[in-house]
T-cell receptor, first 115, second 113 residues
Framework: GAGVSQSPSNKVTEKGKDVELRCDPI?????LYWYRQSLGQGLEFLIYFQGNSAPDKSGLPSDRFSAERTGGSVSTLTIQRTQQEDSAVYLC?????????????FGEGSRLTVL | AQSVAQPEDQVNVAEGNPLTVKCTYS??????LFWYVQYPNRGLQFLLKYITGDNLVKGSYGFEAEFNKSQTSFHLKKPSALVSDSALYFC???????????FGSGTRLQVQP
C-alpha cells in the first residue's frame, strides 16, 4: 500500500513480557517517528529517525524502550518487561523532508494492552 | 521546552454553525504550527500548517487557522460545521532547533445535526 503500515494492529500481553511493534514507512520517506497516544493524554513523542543520523531518543520513557530502523526503512519499537502503564496506542509516522516544514503521515497505530 | 495547550476537551456545535477549536503554544524562536485530525478508528491526518507568511492559513475540508503571535495562539476555524467534521483534533508545534513536533492533548469536536 501507499501509506504507513503498522503491525500488529492489536497486541495483548502479560505484564513482564517483551513486545515488538513494527512500522513500515512510506517508500522514500527519510524521517520516521514513534509517538504514544494514551487516553486523554494526547500524543507523546518517543523517538525520531532522520536518514543516517543518530536517532533522537529523548522521548523514550525508560530504558525498557528501544527502537531501531534497519536500512533506513522499516522500524521496530521494542518494549521489554512490559508494565500496565505501557498500555497505549503506539503511532508511527513518516515524512519526506524536514519535519518542521513538512507534514507527517501517520499509520493507524498498534494498540497495546498489558494485563 | 515547547508545549501546546488545547483548553477544551470537547466542543459541541450545531451543523451549519461556525466552529472554533482553540490552541495556544509556547516555544523558543519562531513556531511552526500544525493541525491534525483523527477520525474514529483512523490514523491522524494532516489538516494545515503555518510556517511563515499570511497569518490566516487555509487547509483541507474547508478548515482554516489563524496565527496570532501576540496571543501565541493558532485557533482552528470553519465557517459552517458538518456532521462529518466530528472527530478528534490535535494542534502541534515545533520551535527553532527542535527535532520533533509536540502535540496537544486533543479536542473532541461533536457536530450535532
Amino acid at each position: 500500500g501507499a501509506g504507513v503500515s503498522q503491525s500488529p494492529s492489536n497486541k495483548v500481553t502479560e505484564k513482564g513480557k517483551d513486545v515488538e511493534l513494527r512500522c513500515d514507512p512510506i517508500s522514500g520517506h527519510t524521517a520516521l517517528y514513534w509517538y504514544r497516544q494514551s487516553l486523554g493524554q494526547g500524543l507523546e513523542f518517543l523517538i525520531y529517525f532522520q536518514g543516517n543520523s543518530a536517532p533522537d531518543k529523548s522521548g523514550l520513557p525508560s530504558d525498557r524502550f528501544s527502537a531501531e530502523r534497519t536500512g533506513g526503512s522499516v522500524s521496530t519499537l521494542t518494549i521489554q518487561r512490559t508494565q500496565q502503564e505501557d498500555s497505549a496506542v503506539y503511532l508511527c509516522a513518516s515524512s519526506s523532508g524536514q519535519h518542521n516544514t513538512g507534514e507527517l503521515f501517520f499509520g493507524e497505530g498498534s494498540r497495546l494492552t498489558v494485563l | 521546552a515547547q508545549s501546546v495547550a488545547q483548553p477544551e476537551d470537547q466542543v459541541n456545535v450545531a451543523e451549519g454553525n461556525p466552529l472554533t477549536v482553540k490552541c495556544t503554544y509556547s516555544v523558543s524562536g519562531n513556531p511552526y504550527l500544525f493541525w491534525y485530525v483523527q477520525y474514529p478508528n483512523r490514523g491522524l491526518q494532516f489538516l494545515l500548517k503555518y510556517i511563515t507568511g499570511d497569518n490566516l492559513v487555509k487547509g483541507s475540508y474547508g478548515f482554516e487557522a489563524e496565527f496570532n503571535k501576540s496571543q501565541t495562539s493558532f485557533h482552528l476555524k470553519k465557517p459552517s460545521a458538518l456532521v462529518s467534521d466530528s472527530a478528534l483534533y490535535f494542534c502541534a508545534v515545533i520551535g527553532t532547533g527542535r527535532r520533533a513536533l509536540t502535540f496537544g492533548s486533543g479536542t473532541r469536536l461533536q457536530v450535532q445535526p
